[in-house]
């Protein structure tokens, strides 16, 4: 998101920093009075408001480090309508209160919930629906991944959603899930004797007077072509195909073509146009199915194929199949295929890093805040009470893995959305695998996005200074999963090589003498007095850091919360830190004299 931080005062100015800091994955600029800025800052404009009517030109969010009457007189001037004004956010200069000021369902609110989090504030939310604990329109299209399709009517609806009224939501696709509390599913067939305000999701172009309507992103196209078709040409036939059929264009998911045109540019611009990604199929996926669709005997000996729009159209789809055949254009040939259902649910795989507000990432809480259920080893929840209250929480102890990973699974099925919670990053020894595991014994093919977090290795170097600085393994010396005859041989590799070694599950009360098993292997291959590095609970509460020797590793105190770090041939001792050289020294140092 591009947003603009503007500030009028030098307290503001420093407010606005923190903000932008903890922005860092948003393309945050920062505006602060001459005199007040520094480097890579920008200078607010004189007069106030006409400056920003230009930003307002070119960012989707203004952040205002001002009182809200400044805010307010600023933006009179430039409002149009809450599809087309971006969202506007007000903090006061002590950064106590992060209100959510224009544009609340398009942006604001999630924005203001953001900062709060970030800064240590308290979000201000007014918007009736959400104070209620209700869903508006935007936020039930966002639940359900549909578009809406003009805000004619919504102001209406969400009015009634927020006064307790009945709206009844009319649906020519499968939800797969529960609607919230006052929305109330009817049948297809009533919808036009209903005198309720009504929501109405559908690809296809209906005229119904008092409703919101929904899209479904659930329709692939499907398009042959002669080589050389440019992009103006292939939206023609899709805009003409579309309104033809009575079908939105707001609904298209995918465009699909035979492999060799979706590298052409005139495929490839058509798709940045209508903001859908482009599916290449190959001639081996369309011979396995061709014989089900619409045959040329002149494109086969041309291409290889004799069909592409209409096997094209159902192979990019998810569970699709054509409703609109194959239709001819000049040059160009369009098939229309539909999913069935809405799309099952997405599961989030988070990493919490370490733990606590300074150390997990925005994105992790914005998935934490969106997730319905939550699935964590019960030992995690501590660190994440803040984000989940009111949801429902599934805990496991440890050794709960796979359990966690099918019940994760089998409520995104359900059309949940799920956040399955690992410390560190999901995909080091945590739940990524499992899950994705689990969804390949289960045959399922669920919506997953994998959230990094600070791993327990980058925590512990960081603490101990730079023992990374070349090239390293990890092995984890915990023999539950893994033969100890893998582990050792992979230690042997690791130390012939002279890499660093992070070592994981160092010791537990099963496994007292593993560390020191490792340490004899070691041995044969460096010195005793290589510098050793262990770290217990690093970024959190009770951290230890210990910097010792290979040698006197095995006696030191380590458990299931430690992590150790050992140098390679080159790494030293300098003051309280362990550095292993990158090679600069030999490289570039001479130059520096």
């Not at 005997?297 to 290889?304: F, P, Q, R, S």
């Not at 595991?437 to 101990?464: H, N, Q, R, W, Y």
């Amino acid at each position: 998101m591009r947003i603009a931080v503007i500030s009028v005062t030098k307290g503001g100015r420093e407010t606005g920093a923190m903000i932008r800091e903890a922005l860092k994955e948003h393309d945050v600029t920062l505006y602060g009075k001459k005199g007040y800025i520094v480097d890579g800052e920008e200078e607010v404009g004189a007069p106030i408001g006409k400056f920003v009517g230009e930003l307002v030109k070119g960012f989707e969010a203004l952040v205002f480090i001002t009182a809200t009457g400044i805010a307010v007189r600023a933006m009179a001037g430039y409002l149009k309508g809450k599809d087309r004004d971006p969202a506007v956010v007000v903090v006061d200069e002590r950064a106590e209160h992060v209100i959510s000021l224009l544009s609340g369902h398009h942006g604001a609110n999630a924005l203001a919930r953001e900062i709060a989090s970030r800064i240590g504030a308290d979000a201000v939310i007014t918007t009736s629906t959400e104070v209620q604990g209700k869903l508006s329109v935007e936020a039930l299209a966002e639940k359900l991944d549909l578009v809406l399709d003009d805000y004619s009517g919504v102001k209406a609806v969400n009015a009634a959603i927020a006064n307790g009224n009945d709206v009844d939501v009319f649906s020519e696709v499968e939800l797969g899930q529960e609607l919230p509390m006052g929305l109330s599913l009817k049948p297809w067939a009533a919808l036009q004797k209903s005198r309720n305000p009504k929501i109405v999701i559908t690809n296809k172009l209906h005229d119904v007077e008092g409703s919101v309507i929904l899209r479904p992103r659930n329709l692939v196209l499907g398009l042959g072509a002669m080589r050389g078709i440019d992009k103006a040409r292939l939206l023609e036939v899709v805009e003409a195909g579309l309104k033809a059929c009575k079908l939105s264009i707001k609904s298209v998911k995918a465009l699909a073509t035979i492999e060799a045109r979706a590298k052409e540019e005139g495929f490839i611009q058509a798709s940045k146009a209508l903001g859908v990604p482009l599916v290449g199929i190959s001639r081996a996926g369309i011979r396995g199915v061709e014989g089900e669709y619409q045959s040329s005997d002149y494109v086969k000996e041309k291409i290889g194929v004799g069909a592409v729009c209409e096997p094209c159209a159902a192979l990019a789809g998810d569970n699709a199949s054509v409703i609109v055949g194959k239709t001819k254009f000049k040059g160009i040939t369009l098939a229309v295929a539909e999913e069935r259902g809405l799309k099952k649910g997405k599961i989030y795989l988070v990493g919490i890093g370490p733990g606590g507000r300074e150390h997990i990432t925005p994105r992790a809480v914005r998935a934490l805040r969106e997730a319905e259920v939550i699935v964590s080893y019960i030992g995690y929840i501590p660190y994440i009470r803040e984000y989940i209250a009111g949801k429902e929480v599934v805990t496991r102890g440890m050794g709960g893995e796979v359990k966690r990973g099918k019940i994760a699974l089998k409520r995104a099925g359900e059309g949940k959305i799920v956040a399955v919670i690992s410390s560190g990053d999901p995909g080091i020894y945590a739940m990524a695998s499992v899950v994705l595991e689990c969804a390949k014994e289960m045959g399922v093919k669920p919506d997953i996005i994998v959230i990094p977090g600070i791993t327990a290795a980058s925590a512990a170097s960081a603490l101990l200074g730079a023992p990374l600085g070349h090239d390293f393994a990890v092995v984890s010396l915990s023999d539950l999963l893994t033969p100890w005859e893998v582990i050792e041989r992979r230690l042997k590799k690791a130390a012939e090589g002279d890499y660093c070694i992070v070592l994981y599950n160092p010791r537990s009360r099963g496994r007292r003498e593993h560390l020191r098993r490792a340490v004899e292997i070691l041995r044969k291959y460096r010195p005793s007095s290589t510098p050793a590095g262990i770290v217990r609970n690093a970024l959190r509460q009770g951290e230890e850091v210990v910097i010792t020797t290979l040698r006197e590793l095995p006696s030191q105190e380590v458990d299931m919360h430690s992590t150790i770090i050992i140098g390679n041939s080159e790494s030293f001792v300098y003051k309280q830190w362990i550095v292993t050289p990158r090679g600069y020294r030999g490289k570039y140092f001479g130059e520096m004299k």
